[in-house]
């Protein structure tokens, strides 16, 4: 049937999900509808039959509330509705008791969801009926309300809405009225309904208490109507504490009711066994529905405090069969829920044995106690106590049960509640039971509790378990208890390593001698672990178990060194009464044990212990060893060099740090971590165990760093730990002589390396200059000097050595911390084989041992030099003081006595012929070495103390000239960071009169073959260079020309007797210089060089001294001037005769005579006019020689030139120029002389002069200046230098005009008119006329190009000439040659024949004057070109004419035309093409060009006729050249004048026609050209046109 379809289906149960369900909105509300009464039908029906009625039941609650929920105030008013509720109540009748009665958590379920429901009238009329009839089953006249507790307790439920819980209340409320309770419902309802007073909605304890209220008992029971009175009482506070809030009053109503009553512990008892009973059955049962009410009270009762329920009876009589019961739930048949889960927290929590002793509520007294919670969610509330600090103690003692309780609850991991974390959480991981519990157990229970958290951490990786045995306040006897039990297992060691952990978290671990028992219970451990006998297993893990014990220890014996160590001294003084077990720290076979082990951790005894693979345990394991050093030095420092020889001896990595490929030896980088720490130890104890520094560099370096017979590369990396572990010993003193004699030893090894092998390899010696660098790197620069003085005194002692003056043992003076010379000599004559004898002295030995030490002495000296030469130390000892300067002031003098006894003894062995080639470089390279220390010395000492050793070096004569050279540069260096205002300036100035002193030195007269004056003469001018540039940079740094101040001012009178000194020595070298430049003598050229270098010098210093003193050099003048242009005119004439190099001496020569110049044209402008004519003689500053150099020469020329232009006044400045330009043009007739480049010098500087000057000042020089252009104009030489003169003359006479007026420029225009004279010249002066009227057009075009329409008026009045000048060139080009016979002429004819001028002289005026004309009718097109149309048209005509016949003119091929073509660009191209056609000439004037441009200027069609016709008539000519330069002029018109000009393309177009089809491709393609211009232009074909 359909009923049982439903009821037994699944099909079915899903169907009836999906209608009732709130997420259906697909199935119609009829069908759904349907289905639902459907449904309900079939249970109401077959509920007695149904298999499981329990799963019907839920099925049925839930059908009953989705109906419920959709019923609305308008569903009442259906006639259907009285009988759908009824039915509906039937059905909550026949499942309600069936949940009731099999399980009490769904009933209470369903009981919520039917009271929760979102219809009002639902609630009405359905669910409190039934609700009330669940309530008075079985009712009776004593007990109107049987089941009133599950009521409560579905209140109490996590899902409990406020609306549900109120309607169950005002339900059972309705019920009570006028009845009677029994007093077992009473009582059961006490802890469900107090804990419902906590709710955080008001509105629910208020409804709580009115039903509370109605509460009637059966029978009289004091005890019980107290309890409900105190509450319900309306009277009362309580009562409105409790709506207030009820979270916070309840343990208050608590209080209030067990002290009201009288006997306390009565009610006590009551509380705490109704709680148990609510949550547990008469069998020990877990009861779902009472654990939550059962939780709040118990929380409640802790928050009441110790007074009113005290935490042993809350233990004894409840928590106690609460917690055995929780043990004993089966995970296979146990659901877990929020409920049970806070009653298991309070269960806990009461193990954590906390008293709370705050302040009793005294009748109704308010408690100071704020509580939270609990929350809806179901978790637990929170106290806080604001009381006094003694408000919570610890029970004591410490009750069996409760330690037997954890003790279980810990061992049952598998509890379905998580029982042990519980525990852990609420009691054995508070601070209160970790400080206040743990400490007073006995010692079996602490190691219970830690072995029971051990256990949950290791074996079942218990987090919170590891967290709290972190936490236990445990000491070094209780780790070592953990420790008993564990072996070599993978479980022990992971047991172990979380003990180990334990131990680096205890800042105090208790007595010493349990601290060492630990240490030694720990080495067993690791001793065991690390066994070669124990190889099974997990290495990694054995291996990570090792490194966190090796951690532990470290710890343990760098916390408490101090305390083991004297553990150790008082054991060495009670050993000869007892014997001790090899366990004990103090004993000597234990130490000694200890430290094999962590020697074989390392990797020195493989074949008993298992050397560790990680870096970090092998760098603990050698830190741990040094910390057994430092406890024991006299037991273990003996030992620990042997061990770590054993480690070099058995290192086998690379560079990189990289482990070896057999896996026994060190890292690297682990071994070079360990020396950081081992040898402050070693050094700090070595003396005790009669051991000393060298002794540790002689075996550890020699075999680690430095390899011992070169096996192996060099391992740099390893001297920084080395040095910074030197750093740390206890007095500065001590670091500087340790460090002193690492660096010393570490080259002596090396030494002994490089020098004993069959053949040094380039590689080799990288590695040697990288170790020698490696060595000081990483020491402080504070100290570096010092070591470099020792460094230095080690050098020394060898020198003295090798020149036979000591022996190896004179110098025994060592300390436990410093090497003696005799010591690291021996490690570069035998190396590291220790025991090996040395020779006596340096004759003894052999060739290979005398080369280690000539290698070891001037890398020592290397070394000072290289360390002294850091920016580090340069900064530090410019800024030392006192004691810091005396050591570099020391430094400094030990230097130049190294140096003096090296010469010495070069010098006397050398006479004695004992030096054989290695000694000859030896001693040839020891004094450079130490001059370029002293370089870097001189440079870092303080000022006092570095000018007080120039001095010294300046006036002592037998100096070496070399290093008084250099002293003096170094000065100069020095100066130049120095500052004016600085208090070292006045320490400078005072050196001056010592500079000029050696400047003036007197210059000796020698003979050339008198070699000792010639070198002595050299070496006096050494010195005075030297001293120049020491001035000179003196006078840059503390008299600075661009500052103006009365420091500066002071200052500069400590100069002036320098420039007297300087002066005299550069006139003197001047005079001498000149006059053996003019000598030939080859033994003087030394001399001669440096002289020339000399008068360089004292140039500059000179031009310094000038910028500086300014007027105060005018008594010195005329001395400065004569000899600086004597020697200009002389360096210039020695260049322009011989070939020279950029860098030769002259050429320097040259840049500094014009840095002089340069500074006295800047400087002293308005008193240099009288030598002005001197400066601008033959072959001083116009000479050629200046503009053959390099650039550099050039741009110095430039700026002299510059200096001179705009600093001199025009007017005293032009009569000299301009007698200069008529000496250099107007009397040279010849044209092979240069004089023309040096006249355009002239021309550049009179150029610059007109242009910086004002206009007004231009008036009185103009006829100065008119005499210069016309001398350059008139200048009759070749086409090169004659070009280059007009051009830099045009270039002046633009600058003249730009600053004149119209008026002005036409006068000077007329002037020059006037002087190139009438066009038609006598036959006598006719090259002469030519000549000028070529330069008169030049300057014209010039004029035109740059004035554009201003020059228009000036063209006007040559216009007449410019006629006659075409006429000229047309009858001269135009004319055709006479031929003998007709049929010569007609060929002729039509070939490209030249013409028959006979000097080619008469037309070169012609491409200029077209230049002119081109550019004027561009000007004046521009203005509209009512000039080219003046004159009625005629001045237009007059031109067409012209130009038009000379587009038909014979050019001669040999007439010079000027283009910008290339010489082989050149070669191929005619002149007529360039001078008509405008090939290369566009910028040089042509026939075609002026064409166009008189095409444009002309302006309308009237005026273009004629020229198209002259155009036209070139393009149909016989000659093809002639065709080309028309059929191009055409294409440039068309071009040019563009769409206006299409007027005339009719009357081309024939001629276009037969030009297409012309033999010369190129006339052909620009005919073409022109028709796709007109094309363009027009918008239209031409080819039918063309026809």
Known sequence: ????????????????????????????????????????????????????????????????????????????????????????????????????????????????????????????????????????????????????????????????SKEGIVHILNTAKAALEGGKVSNEVAIECIVPAFALLSHHVREVRESLLEMLERIN?????????????????????????????????????????????????????FFIKQCKLCALSEDNEIIDGGCQAAAVILSAMERSG?????????????????????????????????????????????LKGVLVNTMQVEGDGMSIQISVGPSSSGRRSRSYSIGASDSFSVLEPYPASMLQAILEALGSNSSPLMLSDSVVQQAVGRQ???????????????????????????????????????????????????????????????????????????????????????????????????????????????????????????????????????????????????????????????????????????????????????????????????????????????????????IAGKHSSNDKGEQSRDGVGVDSRVLSDALAAIIPAYCAHAKSADLSLFSLIESFVGKVIVPENGNGKLRTHLIDPFVNALKLLPTKEDSIDAIASLAASVLALQ???????????????????????????????????????LLLKYAEQLMAVICGASSFSADESSSNLKA???????????????????????????????????????????????????????????????????????????????????????????GEGELRRKEQKFWTAVPVAISECLENIQGLLPVPHFLASVSSTLADESTDTYMRKKTVRLLADRVAEVSLDSAEASLFLEMVPELVAQVGTAQPSVASDDEEAVAALKRNIIMQQGAL?????????????????????????????????????????????????????????????????????????????????????????????KPLISSLKSVNLLVENTEFQAESSEAMLQLAILRLLETLAENLPQFLPPYLPLIFSNNALPSRALRRGDRSLKEATERVESALASKTPIRQLTPALSKALSNKLVNSDDDDSNDWEEACSILGVINASVGTSERSELPPVIGKIFNVLVA?????????????????????????????????????????????????????????????????????????????????????????????????????????????GSKRRRVDEDSDSDSSVNDNSEVSPLQPLLLCLESALKADAHEGGDWTRGDDNQRYNMILSHLGKLLMAHVPKDLPVSSDLSQKEDAVTSSYQKLVEGHGTLEHGNVAGCLTALATAAGNEQLWKPLNFAVLEACSHKRSEVRRAGISCLLSIIETVGEEYMVLLPECLPVLSELLEDGDEEIAGMAKECVRQGEELLGESLEDSLR
């Open 1 to 160: 049937s359909v009923e049982e379809f439903i009821t037994s289906s699944h099909i079915a149960e899903y169907v009836l999900e999906q209608c009732y369900s709130k997420k259906s909105f697909d199935a119609p509300a009829l069908l759904q509808n349907r289905f639902v009464w459907l449904a309900l039908h079939a249970h109401s029906e077959l509920h007695e039959k149904l298999s499981s009625r329990v799963d019907a039941a839920y099925r049925v609650i839930d059908l009953i509330v989705f109906q419920m929920n959709s019923y609305t105030k308008e569903s009442t008013k259906s006639e259907s509705f009285e009988m759908e509720a009824r039915f509906l109540l039937q059905n909550c009748d026949n499942y309600l008791p069936v949940l009731k009665s099999d399980d009490l958590d769904g009933f209470g379920n369903a009981i919520m969801k039917l009271a929760s429901s979102s219809s009002p009238v639902s609630v009405e009329s359905i669910s409190k009926p039934a609700i009330a009839s669940q309530l008075t089953s079985n009712a009776s006249k004593m007990n109107v309300a049987p089941d009133l507790v599950r009521l409560v307790h579905a209140c109490l439920r996590s899902e409990a």
């Open 217 to 269: 008992l059966a029978k009289k029971d004091e005890k019980v109507s107290l309890i409900y009175d105190k509450v319900t009482d309306k009277s009362s506070p309580l009562r409105s504490s409790l709506l207030m809030d009820g979270v916070g009053t309840l343990p208050q109503a608590l209080s209030q009711i067990v002290l009201s009553f009288a006997q306390p512990a009565d009610l006590q008892s």
């Open 306 to 350: 110790e007074r009113v329920f005290p935490l042993a009876k809350r233990w004894e009589l409840g928590g106690r069969d609460l917690f055995q019961s929780f043990l004993r739930l089966n995970a296979d048949e146990f659901v877990v829920n929020p409920s049970i889960c806070r009653l298991r927290d309070c269960v806990a929590t009461i």
């Open 432 to 646: 209160s039971w970790i400080n206040g519990v743990f400490p007073k157990l006995d010692s079996k229970s602490k190691h219970a509790v830690a072995s029971a958290l051990l256990d949950l951490r290791t074996q079942h990786e218990n987090e919170i378990a590891g967290a709290a045995l972190l936490s236990l306040p445990m000491t070094a006897a209780d780790l070592v208890h953990l420790l008993d039990n564990l072996d070599v297992s993978e479980d022990s060691q992971a047991a172990v390593v979380f003990i180990t952990d334990c131990v680096r978290e205890k800042s105090d671990l208790g007595k010493i001698s349990d601290i060492s028992k630990l240490s030694s219970k720990l080495f067993d451990q690791l001793l065991a672990l690390s066994s070669t006998d124990n190889n099974e297993g997990d290495s990694g893990g054995r291996d990570y178990t090792r490194v966190s014990i090796l951690q532990t220890l470290l710890g343990i014996h760098q916390q408490y060194k101090s305390q083991i160590s004297d553990l150790s001294a008082d054991d060495g003084k009670k050993r000869r009464k007892r014997s001790r077990s090899h366990s004990d720290v103090g004993s000597t076979k234990s130490l000694a044990t200890q430290a094999n082990m962590l020697v074989g951790i390392v990797g020195g005894n493989p074949s008993t212990i298992n050397p560790l693979h990680s870096g970090r345990g092998r760098s603990l394991a050698l830190s741990l060893l040094t910390c057994l050093c430092e406890e024991s030095p006299s037991t273990v420092s003996s030992s620990l060099l042997p061990a770590l020889m054993s």
């Open 751 to 789: 030494a002994f390396d490089l020098n004993n092998e069959a053949q040094t390899t380039g590689e080799d010696e990288a590695n040697s200059a990288k170790l020698n660098c490696h060595v000081l790197a990483t020491s402080p620069s504070g100290i570096k000097v010092p070591i470099s003085l």
């Open 820 to 910: 003696c010379m005799s010591e690291v000599a021996s490690l570069a004559l035998r190396g590291s084989n220790i025991g090996d004898d040395i020779p006596s002295s340096y004759s003894d030995c052999s060739v290979s041992q005398q080369r280690s030490i000539l290698y070891l002495a001037i890398c020592l000296l290397e070394m000072v030099r290289d360390v002294t030469g850091t920016n580090a130390v340069k900064r530090l000892l410019r800024k030392s003081q006192g004691d810091d300067a005396d050591v570099s002031l020391r430094l400094w003098q030990e230097l130049l006595q190294a140096h003096m006894h090296a010469l010495r003894a070069h010098a006397k062995l050398a």
């Open 1029 to 1121: 540039v020491a001035l000179e940079s003196f006078v840059r740094s503390l008299c600075p020309a661009s500052e103006k101040s009365k420091l500066t001012s002071k200052a500069a009178d400590a100069f002036v007797p320098a420039l007297e000194s300087v002066t005299k020595l550069f006139s003197g070298t001047a005079t001498s210089w000149s006059k053996e430049s003019d000598e030939d003598d080859i033994e003087m050229l030394g001399i001669k060089d440096a002289e020339c270098q000399l008068l360089s010098s004292s140039s500059l210093c000179l031009a310094s001294l000038v910028a500086v003193l300014k007027a105060r050099c005018l008594p010195l003048l005329p001395s400065i001037v």
């Open 1272 to 1380: 350059a104009y008139s200048y009759e030489g070749g086409d090169e230098c004659k070009s280059r003169l007009l051009s830099d003359a045009n270039n002046v006479l633009l600058s003249l005009v730009m600053k004149l007026s119209e008026s002005q420029l036409r006068q000077l225009y007329a002037r020059l008119r006037e002087w190139r004279g009438d066009i038609k010249e006598d036959d006598d002066n006719s090259e002469q006329s030519c000549s000028r009227r070529v330069a008169f057009w030049t300057l014209s075009a010039a004029l035109s190009k740059s004035l554009r329409s201003i020059f228009l008026p000036c063209l006007t009045s040559v216009l007449t000439d410019v006629i006659d000048e075409l006429e000229i060139a047309v009858s001269l080009l135009c004319q055709r040659p006479k031929h003998d």
